[in-house]
């Protein structure tokens, strides 16, 4: 895949991406609308930006010391540092973002925070396990996260999802108290209304989790394109998915191949996302670290 396609694929996974945003909005919208009409629309719109606007902001240091992090020392772990600074130069950020370590046996990898303020924390287990190109993988793909803001959309997300549950919780108890009032006049329920209300909490949920996973992907993509090559990422998601298989096994948790539930996964597929970034090969590969 050249630059051209790069690029393509970005506007393809963007787009996906608004529209899984729109649909939400929409969503929140008609809640609003079933509940008061357009006066209810306006409530629901007004109360979600009232509640972003008004949203407390914790720096990102304060984050990584709600998950019990500590910085990693740039003299302990010098290459880690010299690998963000490329990237982070690369993906166009005013300033690398800090970098963290989190005790234990997991592994994992998040960033957190925004442009201005990034922090990408990697796990003890995850420092120690994977090699030089397959970290190289993993901050790409996190630097990527920062770079498209999206720990700020799915705050986006999260509220429009908060304020949908409430304006549906709020229809459901009138209708519980109308619902005396409407037997008694021999009426029947507006059966719409009533399916709406009760299943537009779980349909939000599941399009901030389309919307997670979008990002997955597009990150992965992103990954590809800061270091120049999918293989990198692709070597860290294979070791990843091995290492989550034993630990299943070590817990003596069934692993199922079965997808069925993918609707409720944040993070998409690791079969599915190594066969999108395979896709991304090209013959002309400029592999950041050899």
Known sequence: MDKRQFKFQQLVNRFHMLILFLAMTVLLA?????????????AAVILACLSWIFSPTSSSSFVMRLYRTRPI????????????????QRAGLKRSPDLYLLPGKLMNAFAVGSKDDPAICLSQELIHTLDT??????????????KNNDMLFMEYAYIFNRITYYVSLVGQIGLIFLAPLIWIS???????????M??????????IHALSRSHEYEADLGSAMLTGSPDYLIAALT????????????FKIPISENHSNSLLRTH????????????YKTSDQHFLWT
């Not at 070791?239 to 070590?250: A, D, F, P, S, V």
């Open 30 to 42: 008609v809640t609003g609308w079933v509940i008061a009409g357009m006066a209810g629309v306006n």
């Open 73 to 88: 020392s740039s003299r302990r772990f010098p290459e880690l540092y010299q690998i963000s600074d490329v990237l982070a």
């Open 133 to 146: 190109k397959e970290i190289v993988g993993i901050l790409g793909h996190e630097i990527s996260h920062i």
């Open 186 to 196: 021999q009426g029947t329920l507006p059966i719409i209304p009533v399916i709406i």
């Open 198 to 207: 009760a299943f537009a909490p779980a349909m939000s949920l599941f399009l």
């Open 239 to 250: 070791k990843l998915e091995i290492y989550k298989k034993n630990m299943k096994r070590w």
């Open 268 to 279: 998409p597929p690791t079969k599915e996302r190594i066969r999108r970034l395979q896709s």
